[in-house]
């Protein structure tokens, strides 16, 4: 079900067929779904949906009445507002990066709301103080947490330079860091070892 609400299936549609059906589902969800829901607010779920949406609205909020397209923004700004409240009592950091891309994306995208980018960008760099040691590999030992932050790094980067704002250089540096030890602990065939819990 959390596949269902995540909405990152919107990427798997036809763009110029499915139009209407993808505003008729998303209508229909926020009927049903704009007021919290333990599952379909689930963090992770909450965050990709967030992501979906807003990389998403050019086909959402096309030929969308005022009332589709108000009450679509409201509810991304409502679930945001939601992750930036409880985000201090997440405690597992991988749930954590995404709820901050979720955050800056938002704060890129909403000129008003410019303090969540400056919010998350603050969090993700005390993460990397945090959970990075300084060659850029992952206290945890784990190569999986570093491809996937690696991954969320790069999409943060990604959307602040196509939102023509200057890329913080903690972050280019932990990028290039984390490409360092990815390329470093390849095998032969270009693949990661499989080890320490590693999948």
């Not at 967030?50 to 050019?58: A, E, F, K, V, Y």
């Not at 700004?77 to 938002?106: C, S």
Request: charged share 30%; with cysteine; glycine share 2%.
């Amino acid at each position: 079900a959390e596949q269902m609400h995540n909405f990152f299936w919107l990427s798997l549609l036809d763009r110029k067929t499915d139009n209407r059906k993808i505003k008729k589902i998303i209508y229909v969800w926020m009927i049903k779904n704009s007021k919290y829901k333990r599952k379909i607010w689930e963090t992770s779920t909450l965050s990709a949906r967030i992501i979906s949406w807003i990389l998403n609205t050019d086909i959402i909020l096309n030929n969308s009445t005022f009332d589709f397209k108000k009450n679509f923004l409201d509810c991304i700004i409502r679930q945001t507002n939601h992750l930036k409240r409880n985000i201090k009592f997440e405690k597992n950091l991988t749930k954590k990066i995404e709820i901050l891309t979720a955050i800056i994306l938002t704060g890129l995208v909403f000129k008003e709301y410019e303090e969540n980018y400056n919010l998350g960008i603050k969090e993700i760099e005390n993460l990397v103080k945090k959970f990075f040691d300084d060659s850029g590999f992952p206290l945890s030992r784990n190569p999986n947490d570093l491809v996937f932050f690696s991954k969320y790094f790069i999409f943060c980067k990604e959307i602040i330079k196509d939102s023509q704002k200057y890329v913080p250089e903690f972050l280019e540096d932990i990028i290039e860091k984390n490409l360092s030890c990815i390329d470093f602990i390849k095998t032969p065939n270009g693949c990661l070892p499989l080890f320490n819990g590693a999948t």
